[in-house]
């Protein structure tokens, strides 16, 4: 049986949101519509608008649903100059610089907040910030879902966040804003979404990712990620026993519960990736986003990894229906790719 344990690139979808959407779909009226059928559609997309200020803590903010949070990036980055970092999601790299600097443990210093963008939790390495108050943006993707997380008192002015990356449907996600706060918007047309993202609302996603954030909402409380987290550690543990000169990094540092990121030197983490496939393991060489392009974790380069090692880095992230003999197998499957790889080194320097 196949093992996923690539969560941090989108995560299983749960039955609630399962159900949630299945239900939406016979809602045939158009939320902007004012007769019987509209107003039930309206009712659906204010419901789930409700339950994903609840579960991110951002009461009397405005959330604006988008196609994603790489929308909701453009939404809140673009044309306004923002300072950010080279471990920043491409995202949020595509709209700012990065001239903010980020130490040898993934750390960003931010000298000019209100001018800023932060990802709260990094997607590759797991490793946690410190935001500062009066933040512009903060990234709170991968966040959002697996830390007590909430916008009321982040600090931060608009924030970005997805359904996919807490088990609900691809193509939703939000712009969580403080009230009274000023952006342009891409998409005119209509007046959506609080004039801020015109177009009719994708009902069956947005309802979706409210029943999503929802549940997880309820796994945070009930301290799901607690237990995650020691299959994380069981995991790199199990690993460090044997693993050879393998790197483990942020280890020791505040991070996601569920994230795992290693680097063995000169065992590609392109090639781990397949060779974990053909083992039956699903696991990531970075970002989703970035996958299929040979090239270096620019998030490691930035942490002072040269370019040979940033490009052996692999990611495992769990979730909550992770069990610790699926993170007992995939130690074992991954040792034995290990041990071959060490032994071809060592017949290539004889």
Not at 201 to 210: D, L, Y
Request: a neutral charge; proline letters at 3%.
């Amino acid at each position: 049986m196949r093992v996923y344990l690539d969560h941090n690139a989108t995560a299983p979808l749960r039955p609630q949101a399962r159900a949630a959407m299945i239900a939406a779909m016979d809602a045939v009226g158009n939320p902007s519509s004012v007769h019987a059928e509209g107003r039930a559609a309206k009712s659906i997309l204010e419901t789930a608008r409700a339950q994903v200020a609840a579960a991110f803590g951002a009461d009397g903010a405005d959330i604006v649903f988008t196609s994603g949070a790489t929308e909701a990036a453009a939404l809140a980055c673009a044309g306004r100059g923002l300072h950010g970092s080279a471990i920043e999601h491409d995202a949020v790299g595509a709209w700012v610089d990065d001239s903010l600097r980020v130490d040898a443990h993934g750390m960003v210093e931010v000298p000019d907040p209100a001018r800023s963008v932060l990802q709260l939790a990094n997607s590759e390495t797991g490793v946690i910030q410190t935001l500062p108050q009066g933040l512009a943006v903060c990234d709170a993707t991968q966040a959002f879902g697996k830390l007590p997380v909430a916008f009321n008192w982040l600090g931060a002015q608009m924030a970005l966040i997805s359904a996919h990356k807490l088990g609900g449907p691809k193509g939703i996600g939000a712009l969580v804003m403080r009230r009274g706060t000023d952006i342009a918007a891409q998409i005119r047309g209509g007046g959506q979404e609080m004039g801020r993202r015109s177009g009719t609302e994708n009902v069956i996603g947005i309802a979706g990712f409210g029943a999503a954030a929802e549940a997880a909402a309820r796994d945070l409380a009930a301290g799901v990620w607690e237990r995650v987290e020691k299959l994380r550690n069981i995991l790199e543990s199990g690993l460090e026993a044997d693993a050879q000169g393998t790197i483990f990094v942020g280890k020791g540092l505040p991070r996601l519960p569920n994230t795992a990121c290693f680097v063995t030197p000169g065992w590609k983490g392109e090639t781990q990736v397949m060779q974990m496939d053909l083992a039956g393991f699903a696991i990531s060489a970075g970002s989703a986003c970035s996958s299929g392009k040979v090239r270096a974790s620019r998030v490691l380069r930035a942490m002072g990894f040269g370019e040979t090692d940033a490009a052996c880095a692999v990611r495992v992230s769990l979730g909550p229906d992770t069990t610790e003999d699926e993170v007992l197998r995939f130690c074992d499957a991954w040792l034995d790719k290990q041990k071959r790889f060490r032994a071809r080194q060592t017949i290539g320097a004889a």
